[in-house]
């Protein structure tokens, strides 16, 4: 008889990993946690970091250091390659070894969703997403260079197209970064710089749908426009984006002149449902049971953006709520089945609600019939996105720094930080090798440092 403790292998630790590392905490079982960064990243607050008033380190901390009073728990820094379902192990990179097995016995899959440009990858070189911190860095590059580059140029008539910014996508994402930049616009320019006029500046949100913030009531999307309208923001709506390049967008056949552009627009799964060979939706989420497993594989469960499940005839939406309840769960089952009680009833998502945030002291909030905007909705925002932070430590700062913003207008990060790699990148031949997260993460530095 085998007496070694069960094995059990998370992949992410994001919202969903992390829930369901926390609830195998005290089970007697041998849990690894395999991530690609050494960070969970607080994304609610990513736009922030891109628009300069926090710091990358105020929205992450390392997973080791969340983790470090679970003793059954190993933290392991690495990219997962691939599955195999049959001999129950995944393969994993680390910074110098490759497709390194880790057995299973109970594996859990939470690997999230990247950004989508809906088959258009051409257009990322001049239209960054924001989904890690390297990208928020290199957006927050791209925003305070703009100011630069237009304060040192003498022809002013060429202000106006560095300092237009767009961002594609009416979402929750675009509506905090057009809101924010509107409001660092206000609040920079005209104090410590010079040469710009600030009401040259031209801030674009253009969505293909009719409203803005789609996922809410008709009311709080109609009162986050005419928000966005009251800071500056030109909202286009009904208005597709046909090309992206290095003179700013065409929408609906009209160019706009811009040298920065931002991708907030959709998002798409990781391939572990490509990793399963299982069966997946249009979007390549692994569909699941109302138990979170993949059917015919009670030993391997999918949970947070990386998988579709319905509720009352609809899909579960992609939000942080889903994965923490949905790691919760899978880490609550699990511990049940290694103590041979019954298992837990089909997973149920309680839906607590949606908030997004428009401009300095103003956000809008929908939880069932209640619906809720300004500033009260704003301080509820505020008080559960600090609730929700990974450690006091990052509580502390982020309220600080918050209260000090909001009463100086001053921000807290707003440095251009031109990353420089210690090792030279040659396109093909003679690069060292890499795998696939550290080369994408040296390919994106490089690709910084030449902008
Ligand atoms: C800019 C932005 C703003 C958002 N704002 C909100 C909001 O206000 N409210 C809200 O509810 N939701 C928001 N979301 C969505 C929310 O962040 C996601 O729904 C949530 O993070 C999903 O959790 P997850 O565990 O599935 O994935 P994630 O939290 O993304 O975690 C995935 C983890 O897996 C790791 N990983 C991925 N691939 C591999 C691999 N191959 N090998 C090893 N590790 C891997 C990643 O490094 C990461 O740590 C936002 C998302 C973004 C991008």
């Known amino acids: 008889m085998n007496d070694r403790p069960p094995r059990v292998v998370i992949v992410g630790g994001g919202f969903g990993g992390l829930a369901a590392a926390k609830a195998l905490k005290n089970t007697p079982a041998q849990i690894t946690l395999i991530d690609r960064n050494n960070h969970h990243l607080f994304q609610p607050l990513l736009y922030q970091v891109a628009i300069a008033v926090l710091g990358p380190g105020q929205i992450a901390s390392p997973i080791r250091t969340i983790l470090r009073r679970q003793r059954n728990t190993t933290v392991v820094l690495g990219e997962v390659t691939g599955v195999d379902k049959d001999r129950r192990c995944v393969f994993a990179n680390s910074a110098d070894r490759e497709s390194v097995p880790v057995p299973y016995d109970y594996l859990l899959l939470a690997t999230g969703a990247s950004h989508s440009y ?5 257009f990322e070189k001049f239209a960054p997403g924001l989904k890690g911190l390297a990208d928020a860095v290199a957006v927050r590059n791209k925003i305070l260079k703009a100011f630069e580059t237009a304060e040192a140029e003498e022809d002013p008539s060429l202000h106006r197209n560095l300092l237009t910014f767009v961002l594609v996508g009416g979402g929750p994402t675009g509506v905090e970064m057009a809101s924010a930049i509107a409001t660092l616009v206000r609040a920079m320019v005209q104090s410590e710089f010079r040469r710009i006029d600030p009401s040259l500046a031209r801030i674009v949100l253009v969505d293909r749908g009719s409203r803005v913030l789609g996922t809410f009531a008709e009311s709080l999307s109609a009162d986050a426009k005419a928000r966005l309208e009251e800071l ?220």
């Open 118 to 122: 809906f088959g258009h990858n051409e």
């Open 232 to 451: 500056g923001v030109e909202v286009r709506l009904g208005q597709g984006v046909d090309l992206i390049d290095e003179e700013g967008v065409i929408a609906n056949g009209e160019r706009i002149a811009s040298k920065t552009v931002i991708w907030t627009a959709g998002v798409a799964p990781s391939p572990a449902g490509k990793w399963l060979g299982v069966e997946t939706d249009h979007a390549g989420r692994v569909k699941i049971q109302g138990d979170l497993t993949v059917p015919g594989h009670p030993e391997i469960f999918v949970v947070g953006d990386t998988m579709t499940l319905n509720q009352n005839g609809k899909p579960l939406p992609g939000v942080a709520q889903v994965a923490m309840q949905q790691g919760r769960y899978a880490g609550k089952l699990i511990r049940s089945r290694i103590a041979g009680r019954p298992a837990p009833r089909p997973f149920s998502y309680f839906d607590k609600g949606n908030m997004a945030v428009v401009g300095k002291g103003f956000a809008i909030l929908e939880s069932h019939k209640f619906r809720l905007s300004g500033f009260l909705a704003w301080l509820a925002w505020a008080g559960i996105h600090l609730e929700f932070l990974s450690t006091s430590s990052l509580r502390v700062a982020v309220f600080l720094q918050w209260v000090w913003t909001y009463l100086t207008g001053q921000r807290g990060s707003r440095l251009i930080v031109n990353y420089h790699g210690t090792e030279p990148v040659h396109a093909e031949q003679g690069a060292p090798k890499l795998s696939g997260g550290r080369r994408e993460e040296q390919l994106r530095s490089e690709h910084v440092r030449a902008e």
